[in-house]
């Protein structure tokens, strides 16, 4: 209905189409969050305690162990620094490849998905549905930007639709000069700094939005506070009408959901005029058909295509 409102010429709700901006969060809102936690923690896990490759700090192995026993770390600046530092020296190619490989595993708490496909199906026919009715989608991400691009190829946008956190990118000829003091040449290589920049939540995501894509979006879609900002901002004071979503993790049968969360969540949404969608009750399938759950009562009842 709101579609077809505001995409119709001559309707009084009407947006024309360079003015069709959706925003997404990714982990949680279009990609699994919790089996057990988010994709980037989990690869830098991987990278501390299972890349003989990689020789890490006494901090970053003590943090990669305490998660893999339950104990995960805060959304914060020694979080995002510890993974940052992970990959330092890496060239582009070499973490894309990284990323692409951990992506190719075995998803541990499912029975026939990869990390890299736990994509929820009904979100990807929403963004399909949107671009196919003039909308432009960017995905607004507290994951790391390059550590996006390859996750989310599925969703066929460019890479500068697929917006995320930033850490700093030197030549692997700089040394210890800073970016001022530095003129990139001929034969050099674009490596990671190892140094975050900003964690691209809550106010950061108003922030680059307006940076980066420079028009108020008139959808917004996420699943936790971490995105209240984004709702609010494109739901507040819009010229044209306006939409906020956000997904309640309400399924503990087809998903590791949280029962609690998603009645908070749900208080808020009546708080801040959201709309909330019920993972649980408006969804037919999260994963797909042949994807089950490993635990919980309902792992032995395969999922039905939406």
């Given amino acids: 209905e709101y579609v077809n409102s505001v995409t119709a010429e001559g309707s009084a709700d009407y947006i024309p189409v360079e003015k069709r901006i959706a925003v997404f969060d990714f982990d949680g809102t279009l990609f699994l969050e919790t089996d057990p936690t988010y994709f980037d923690w989990l690869m830098f896990e991987h990278r501390v305690l299972e890349d003989p490759s990689y020789q890490a700090t006494a901090e970053q192995t003590a943090a990669a162990k305490a998660s893999r026993n339950g104990k995960f770390p805060k959304l914060d600046e020694n979080r995002e620094r510890m993974v940052s530092e992970a990959y330092r020296g890496m060239t582009l190619n070499e973490f894309d490849a990284f990323v692409r490989k951990f992506m190719a595993e075995e998803q541990p708490g499912f029975i026939g998905l990869k990390r890299g496909d736990a994509f929820y199906l009904p979100m990807i026919q929403v963004v399909d549905y949107l671009r196919r009715n003039g909308f432009t989608v ?142 649980r009750n408006d969804w037919k399938t999260i994963y797909g058909e042949g994807v089950v759950k490993r635990n919980g009562s309902g792992k032995n009842a395969p999922q039905p295509r939406h």
Wanted: aromatic share 8%; charged share 20%.
């Fill in 138 to 279: 960017y995905v607004i991400s507290g994951t790391d930007r390059l550590t996006m691009r390859p996750l989310a190829a599925v969703l066929c946008l460019p890479p500068s639709q697929i917006i995320g956190s930033d850490s700093t990118l030197v030549s692997n000829k700089q040394g210890n000069k800073g970016n001022l003091d530095y003129v990139y040449d001929k034969g050099d290589v674009l490596i990671l700094g190892g140094r975050n920049l900003v964690k691209n939540l809550q106010m950061n995501k108003v922030s680059v939005i307006v940076r980066e894509i420079g028009i108020q979006p008139v959808l917004a879609f996420g699943n936790t506070m971490s995105d209240a900002s984004m709702l609010n901002y494109t739901i507040s004071g819009n010229r044209y009408k306006a939409l906020g979503f956000m997904l309640l993790c309400d399924d503990l049968e087809r998903e590791y959901g949280n029962k609690a969360k998603a009645g908070k969540m749900l208080l808020n949404c009546r708080r801040y005029g959201w709309i909330p969608v019920s993972m």
